[in-house]
């Protein structure tokens, strides 16, 4: 399995992005995919995820601005990044935890607390006032 970002880039506060994580090598059927964030000197941070009922959840921290969504077609993930500030500034990266069998620990709200077995490169975001 490969996960590949893009969309970040550089923008002033208030601006928007659409981040993209392509996925690839990818046949299972049940999962649980987000978005993580990371600035210098924080910890990472779980922002959005989707599991395979395509039940969604948003970080306090982003929600009203962020909103996540998934082509199963083209299987990519989206973050759509509105009012974006300069804490925002970070870089996002894309995971993927997923199997064939329908584990309840796979399903949101729980999975956002797994280790998540793939991981894609990262895309920086850099918001300035």
């Known amino acids: 399995v490969q996960l590949v970002e893009s969309g970040g880039g550089s923008v002033q506060a208030g601006g928007s992005l659409r981040l993209s994580c392509a996925a690839s090598?990818?046949?299972?059927?049940?999962?649980?995919m987000g978005w993580f964030r990371q600035a210098p000197g924080k910890e990472r941070e779980g922002i959005a995820f989707?599991?395979?009922?395509?039940?969604?959840t948003i970080a306090d921290s982003v929600k009203g601005r962020f909103t996540l969504s998934k082509d199963n077609a083209k299987l990519t993930l989206y973050l759509e990044m509105n009012s974006l500030k300069p804490e925002d500034t970070a870089m996002y990266y894309c995971?993927?935890?997923?199997?064939?069998?329908?584990?309840?620990?796979?399903?949101?709200?729980?999975?956002?607390?797994?280790?998540?077995?793939?991981w894609g490169q990262g895309t920086q975001v850099t918001v300035s006032s």
């Open positions: 995971a993927l935890r997923a199997s064939n069998v329908d584990y309840p620990w796979l399903r949101l709200p729980g999975c956002r607390s797994l280790d998540f077995s793939y």
């Open positions: 090598g990818y046949t299972y059927s049940r999962y649980c």
């Open positions: 989707i599991d395979s009922s395509r039940s969604t």
